[in-house]
Nanobody
Framework: QLQLVESGGGLVQPGGSLRLSCVAS????????IGWFRQAPGKEREGVSC????????NYADSAKGRFTISRDNAKNTVYLQMNSLKSEDTAVYYC????????????????????WGKGTLVTVSS
């Protein structure tokens, strides 16, 4: 099974940008959907964006539309989340996760759909 490691988090000012990376180790990375999720202190984990196995289909939470872009490079076993125009409310631990169900029909923005998770990377948006 895939193991996932996130990186790229840090402290950024409001209006700034960050690019998160999720690197997978293990077989058949290009078989599976990958999602980005986040969890702010005192809040439930929520879906941010997800991408199909080929990269041809993407989904975004309303809070991410127009500001975040998800992409993947299957040759590098990596999924990216480019985050622009960051706001204080984007502050959270960001996780990537994989859905091992190749034929799943449920939304990949739902945390309950995902089977394996990275340990997360902290994003802090503050002046």
């Amino acid at each position: 099974q895939l193991q996932l490691v996130e990186s790229g988090g840090g402290l950024v000012q409001p209006g700034g940008s960050l690019r998160l990376s999720c690197v997978a180790s293990g077989p058949r990375f290009d078989y599976y959907r990958i999602g980005w999720f986040r969890q702010a202190p005192g809040k439930e984990r929520e879906g941010v964006s997800c991408i199909s196995s080929s990269g041809g289909s993407t989904n975004y939470a309303d809070s991410a539309k127009g500001r975040f872009t998800i992409s993947r490079d299957n040759a590098k076993n990596t999924v990216y989340l480019q985050m622009n125009s960051l706001k204080s409310e984007d502050t959270a631990v960001y996780y990537c996760a994989v859905d091992f169900n190749r034929y799943g029909s449920r939304s990949c923005l739902s945390p309950s759909v995902m089977d394996s998770w990275g340990k997360g990377t902290l994003v802090t948006v503050s002046s």
